[in-house]
């Protein structure tokens, strides 16, 4: 198992200009998060989806943020414009949620910087 | 709401020395409560898990023991080894799909 593969795994960007993270997680896992990691404020998550339905977009931090899940093996992460605010690691995690199973795998992540 | 709250680090030990990292935990219900851990350019990775009052989680020589009564999940290791430098994250989820995530604790272990 190859486990959650992010790219790219980093990505230097100057503001205003749109950045897409990509993520294709664990086959046979049917929940995925988006987190967001920055010194400040620790690890937030920002949606997730279960059967590639979003489910809770409550963490995504304004409009400029969307998330996609086109099919069960592929989702995105897409800010535009972006801005040096949103500088941060950005990881994508799966899982399979069951009575006893409730852990998550998580990528390597996207470094993404804002110039 | 959830919330999990762990020490302050960085946390710098020499090698052999006993670690413990302080993880309390606020929650509705009764959550399932992890320890993950982050090496330099890697995403997280369970550590450990317990899932009820008074289990005891335990992997690679950490434990922690899931109180209740406290509210609490501290890690420890009895002998801590430079491999072991990383970041440390207790967490918790209560079975609504959201795992909520202290700040995390960095580890320096000296030669």
């Known amino acids: 198992d190859a486990g959650v593969i992010q790219s790219p795994r980093h990505e230097v960007t100057e503001m205003g200009q749109e950045v897409t993270l990509r993520c294709k997680p664990i086959?046979?896992?049917?929940?995925l998060f988006w987190y967001r990691q920055t010194m400040m404020r620790g690890l937030e998550l920002l949606i997730y989806?279960?059967?590639?339905?979003?489910?809770?977009d409550s963490g995504m931090p304004e409009d400029r943020f969307s998330a996609k899940m086109p099919n069960a093996s592929f989702s995105t992460l897409k800010i535009q414009p972006s801005e040096p605010r949103d500088s941060a690691v950005y990881f994508c995690?799966?899982?399979?949620?069951?009575?006893?199973?409730?852990?998550?795998?998580f990528g390597s992540g996207t470094q993404l910087s804002v110039l | 709401g959830n919330s999990v709250t762990q020490m302050e680090g960085p946390v710098t030990l020499s090698e052999e020395a006993f670690l413990t990292i302080n993880c309390t935990y606020t929650?509705?219900?009764?959550?399932?409560l992890f320890w993950y851990v982050q090496y330099p350019g890697e995403g997280l990775q369970l550590l450990l898990k317990?899932?009820?009052?008074?289990d005891k989680g335990s992997n690679k020589g950490f434990e922690a023991t899931y109180r209740k009564e406290t509210t609490s999940f501290h890690l420890e290791k009895g002998s801590v080894q430079v491999s072991d430098s990383a970041v440390y994250f207790c967490?918790?989820?209560?079975?609504?799909?959201?795992?909520?995530f202290g700040a995390g604790t960095r580890l320096f272990v000296k030669a």
């Open positions: 929650a509705t219900g009764y959550p399932s």
């Open positions: 967490a918790l989820s209560t079975g609504g799909f959201k795992t909520i």
């Open positions: 995690a799966s899982s399979v949620f069951g009575r006893t199973n409730e852990k998550l795998f």
């Open positions: 086959s046979g896992h049917d929940y």
């Open positions: 989806f279960n059967n590639n339905v979003p489910i809770d």
């Open positions: 317990a899932t009820k009052a008074d």
